[in-house]
């Protein structure tokens, strides 16, 4: 075992580089295992364990009041924590957590020019897995939180601010994954962001699940929020939200499902439940205020909506049995499209039903019982309303 404290230590496994206060304290137990640490600038802090064998570990701090904490258990795990880099990208009062059992894992946690920001990495009862977290660009008071068990399971998680110092921008992010199985992947992106959060969840073997808000513009967007579950096998999960105060929550329950969500404008809302197996939801917003509410229970059922509008449009659908379809279109001219609402709900199987309205306060709300039923319908202008009920087999 080799324990070392701060001080000047020639030893060819370890390199260690020192300013005024830093602290440093590093255990090694094993064989084969490598330590890199490199501390600039003033009371920064380091505290490294690792036990097992080549096991690798590097650590670079530039700035001050930064802390890192990392423990590796076992063999070939590699751990890398960066804060700050140049005198233009120091950090202050970062900190970073990294936990890691088992084999063969790989984590990553990189914050430049942030302060007051935390990233929490742990990977244990498995082999082969791999997370990685940024944070840069005068990000502060953010934090990203990544937890996987299992094997081979990636996590990316990456949050933005921009280059300006006087920018609002980049403050109050968060980002947690989690993952528990085998050959998961979530990837969650937030750029130029502020008040916003990415949350994934994922119980079960290969599924995936992405998440992006901002769009890297100078404003970026404010008080977005995604939140993604899935349980199961073989599940896909895709949110992208540009804007502000979109919020998106997306959850399935079974294997082989699929839900897509785009919004784009203000204050939009969709929320999707799946329980079963082979289900889909394809949803797209754009403008002010719209909404869409999404239940699918059953097997191989679809539901597919598009908004455009100024404000207030909604799509409410719901599927219980199995081979259901929906399809929702509200549009107007340059997106001039207000108040309009489809509601679509199948008890069955095989039943179809299909809408557009194009214009403002047009109604379409659909009942569909039974087993093969087929509606269409279409309204152009304002104020009209179709009701349907269908029952048969």
Same mark, same amino acid.
């Given at each position: 075992m080799?324990k070392?404290?701060t001080?000047?230590f020639?030893?060819?496994?370890m390199g260690?580089?020192?300013a005024q206060?830093n602290?440093n304290?590093a255990?090694?137990?094993?064989?084969g295992?490598n330590?890199?640490?490199?501390?600039?600038?003033?009371?920064?802090k380091?505290v490294?364990?690792?036990?097992?064998?080549?096991?690798?570990?590097t650590?670079?701090q530039?700035?001050?009041f930064?802390?890192n904490?990392?423990?590796?258990?076992g063999?070939?795990?590699?751990?890398?924590t960066?804060q700050g880099?140049?005198s233009?990208?120091?950090? &202050?009062r970062?900190?970073?957590e990294q936990?890691?059992?088992g084999d063969d894992?790989?984590?990553?946690?990189?914050?430049?020019?942030?302060?007051?920001?935390?990233?929490?990495q742990t990977?244990?009862?498995?082999?082969?897995n791999?997370?990685?977290?940024?944070q840069?660009k005068?990000?502060? &008071?953010s934090?990203i939180?990544?937890?996987?068990?299992g094997?081979?399971n990636v996590a990316?998680a990456?949050q933005?601010?921009n280059?300006?110092?006087a920018a609002?921008?980049?403050? &109050? #992010?968060?980002i947690?994954?989690?993952q528990?199985?085998?050959?998961?992947?979530a990837?969650?992106?937030?750029?130029?962001?502020a008040?916003?959060?990415i949350v994934?969840d994922q119980?079960?073997?290969r599924?995936?699940?992405?998440?992006?808000?901002g769009?890297g513009?100078?404003?970026g967007?404010?008080g977005?929020? +995604?939140?993604?579950?899935q349980d199961?096998?073989?599940?896909?999960a895709?949110?992208d939200?540009?804007?502000s105060n979109?919020?998106?929550?997306?959850l399935s329950?079974?294997?082989?499902?699929e839900s897509l969500g785009?919004?784009?404008?203000s204050d939009?809302?969709?929320?999707?439940?799946?329980?079963?197996d082979f289900?889909k939801?394809d949803?797209e917003?754009r403008?002010f205020d719209n909404?869409a509410?999404?239940?699918?229970?059953?097997?191989e059922?679809? +539901?597919?909506?598009?908004?455009?509008?100024i404000?207030n449009?909604s799509?409410?659908?719901?599927?219980?049995?199995?081979g259901n379809i929906?399809?929702s279109?509200?549009?107007?001219?340059f997106?001039?499209?207000?108040d309009?609402e489809?509601?679509h709900t199948?008890?069955?199987?095989?039943n179809?039903s299909?809408?557009?309205?194009?214009?403002w306060?047009?109604t379409?709300?659909?009942?569909?019982?039974?087993?093969g039923?087929?509606?269409?319908?279409?309204?152009v202008?304002f104020n009209n309303?179709?009701?349907?009920?269908?029952s048969? #087999?």
């Amino acid at each position: 075992m080799k324990k070392l404290v701060t001080g000047a230590f020639a030893l060819t496994a370890m390199g260690f580089t020192f300013a005024q206060e830093n602290n440093n304290n590093a255990t090694q137990a094993g064989s084969g295992n490598n330590l890199t640490v490199n501390q600039r600038l003033q009371e920064n802090k380091n505290v490294y364990t690792q036990v097992g064998a080549s096991n690798e570990g590097t650590v670079m701090q530039h700035g001050r009041f930064n802390e890192n904490k990392t423990t590796q258990t076992g063999s070939d795990n590699t751990a890398t924590t960066t804060q700050g880099t140049s005198s233009a990208q120091f950090g &202050l009062r970062n900190s970073v957590e990294q936990i890691q059992t088992g084999d063969d894992h790989t984590a990553t946690a990189s914050q430049l020019k942030t302060a007051d920001s935390d990233i929490m990495q742990t990977q244990v009862g498995g082999d082969n897995n791999w997370a990685s977290a940024s944070q840069s660009k005068n990000t502060s &008071l953010s934090g990203i939180t990544q937890y996987q068990d299992g094997n081979d399971n990636v996590a990316t998680a990456t949050q933005e601010g921009n280059n300006s110092s006087a920018a609002v921008v980049g403050r &109050l #992010n968060d980002i947690d994954q989690r993952q528990e199985g085998d050959d998961n992947e979530a990837t969650a992106t937030q750029l130029v962001s502020a008040n916003s959060s990415i949350v994934q969840d994922q119980l079960g073997d290969r599924n995936m699940a992405t998440a992006t808000q901002g769009n890297g513009s100078f404003s970026g967007g404010r008080g977005n929020s +995604a939140e993604q579950f899935q349980d199961g096998d073989d599940n896909n999960a895709v949110i992208d939200q540009i804007g502000s105060n979109n919020m998106s929550y997306q959850l399935s329950d079974g294997n082989n499902n699929e839900s897509l969500g785009y919004q784009n404008g203000s204050d939009n809302n969709l929320e999707v439940r799946q329980v079963g197996d082979f289900n889909k939801t394809d949803s797209e917003q754009r403008g002010f205020d719209n909404s869409a509410t999404i239940n699918q229970t059953g097997n191989e059922n679809e +539901a597919y909506s598009y908004q455009r509008g100024i404000s207030n449009n909604s799509v409410i659908v719901s599927q219980t049995g199995d081979g259901n379809i929906s399809n929702s279109n509200q549009d107007g001219i340059f997106g001039l499209s207000w108040d309009n609402e489809i509601s679509h709900t199948q008890n069955g199987d095989n039943n179809k039903s299909t809408d557009v309205q194009y214009g403002w306060n047009n109604t379409s709300t659909v009942s569909q019982t039974g087993i093969g039923n087929v509606h269409v319908g279409s309204q152009v202008g304002f104020n009209n309303n179709i009701t349907v009920t269908q029952s048969g #087999n």
